[in-house]
């Protein structure tokens, strides 16, 4: 059991989340798809003793121990989820932040960063996508039939209030037709901030086009490709990550500072 969860009202849902203390500019984890606070395990407390920075990882609304979401979310959910994120930072007072996003958490960091430029120090991106491929539809479509008939419904419910939905709505939307030309490529010129990619070369979901995609749109934009990982690198080659983060997060901060 993850301690020290507390319960933040946003927009009338309850919203767990739970902070590690640290000094500075918060960096605010936003999960994967199938994704929870939980699910970051022991990585924020990594991070945030690295970086020295405070470290909030919270579920967004349907997901992990937060409120359900009303209704099965629409093709427009990572729109939605961008406006939530700023709702919490309201809430919790936070001026700027640096946004770490996994998988579709780089979707809604992109969008946020392109919306509210001036509430984002730093971008960190892993496994970023920016346009369907056919790979990750064929990816989820095998997770259909390991939800279906094997362990990953079991494995999902120790981190979700409930796994079904989270599943149904995730898988539903991506393998609707009308989510086929889904892209965020015509927003990412907006994106001012400092921004880390991370790219693991076994990814089965994304290829290193989604990367490739984000370098030509967004200036400030570094890659870091890394062998031997796949669709998680903060799971899979968590030192790695954590320096390169800590490096980028700290310059981040250098680089607004006033000269003196």
Not at 197 to 207: A, M, P
Not at 245 to 257: F, Q, W, Y
Request: charged share 25%; proline share 6%; net charge negative.
């Amino acid at each position: 059991m993850v301690r020290d969860v507390k319960f933040i009202r946003i927009d009338g849902a309850r919203i767990e989340l739970r902070k590690v203390a640290g000094a500075g500019t918060p960096i605010l984890l936003l999960h994967e798809a199938l994704g929870s606070l939980s699910l970051w395990d022991t990585f924020p407390e990594r991070l945030a003793a690295a970086t020295g920075h405070p470290v909030i990882v919270w579920s967004r609304q349907g997901f992990g121990r937060s409120d359900p979401l009303p209704e099965p979310p629409g093709t427009d959910f990572l729109e939605r989820a961008a406006d939530q994120t700023l709702a919490l930072m309201h809430a919790l007072g936070i001026d700027e932040a640096h946004l770490y996003g996994h998988s579709d958490g780089t979707a809604i960091a992109l969008l946020v960063a392109a919306s509210a430029p001036e509430r984002v120090k730093s971008l960190v991106l892993e496994a970023p996508h920016v346009t369907v491929e056919p790979g990750a539809l064929q990816a989820i479509e095998r997770m259909r039939e390991r939800f279906d008939t094997g362990d990953l419904r079991e494995r999902l419910a120790r981190h979700h209030d409930n796994p079904d939905a989270v599943f149904w709505n995730w898988a539903g939307i991506w393998l609707n037709p009308h989510f086929r030309d889904w892209s965020i490529e015509g927003s990412l010129q907006a994106v001012r901030a400092p921004t880390l990619l991370f790219h693991g070369q076994d990814d089965t979901y994304f290829s290193i086009d989604q990367m490739r995609r984000i370098e030509a749109l967004v200036s400030s934009a570094k890659a870091i490709i890394i062998a031997d990982c796949g669709h998680s690198p903060f799971r899979e080659r968590p030192d790695l990550v954590v320096t390169a983060v800590t490096r980028h997060v700290l310059a981040a901060g250098a680089e607004s500072s006033p000269s003196r």
